[in-house]
Structures are given as structure tokens and as C-alpha cells.
């Protein structure tokens, strides 16, 4: 793995961050309202998040499992 498992750890957050807010924009418009959600924000927020998974899933260089702990 080339990145450290902290900063596997802050990947994680920022995937979790943008679904939490994709989550807020898709559902920001009850029924009632005659306004609709931004679908182009939510699209761009959720392609983030897969291009995070991503290299995540592809970060398959090397054997060791680093970590900042060791580093500093």
C-alpha cells in the first residue's frame, strides 16, 4: 500500500463527508415544496466519492502497511 493508514482514515471521512451532504441536498425538498433538488451538485459530490473508492481500491502497491506513527 503507498499511503499510510491515516491517510486511508482521512479518504474515509472526506467519502463519508460528501454522502452525508449528498444525502442533505437530495433530500433538502419535501413533496410539499415545488422546488427540486440539485441533481447536478449531487452528481459531481457522488462521482468525488467514487473516484475516492477508487484509488482506495487501487492502491495495491507494495506489501507493507504503513502508518505516520512509524515516520515521525
Do not use: F, P, W
Request: glycine share 4%.
Amino acid at each position: 500500500m503507498q499511503h499510510s493508514i491515516e491517510d486511508l482514515i482521512r479518504r474515509i471521512n472526506v467519502m463519508k463527508d460528501k454522502a452525508v451532504l449528498v444525502h442533505r441536498l437530495r433530500n433538502q425538498y419535501s413533496g410539499l415544496v415545488e422546488e427540486e433538488y440539485d441533481k447536478t451538485a449531487c452528481n459531481i459530490l457522488i462521482e468525488d466519492i467514487q473516484s475516492l473508492a477508487l484509488g482506495i481500491a487501487y492502491d495495491r502497491d507494495g506489501d507493507e502497511i504503513k502508518t505516520e506513527m512509524e515516520y515521525k
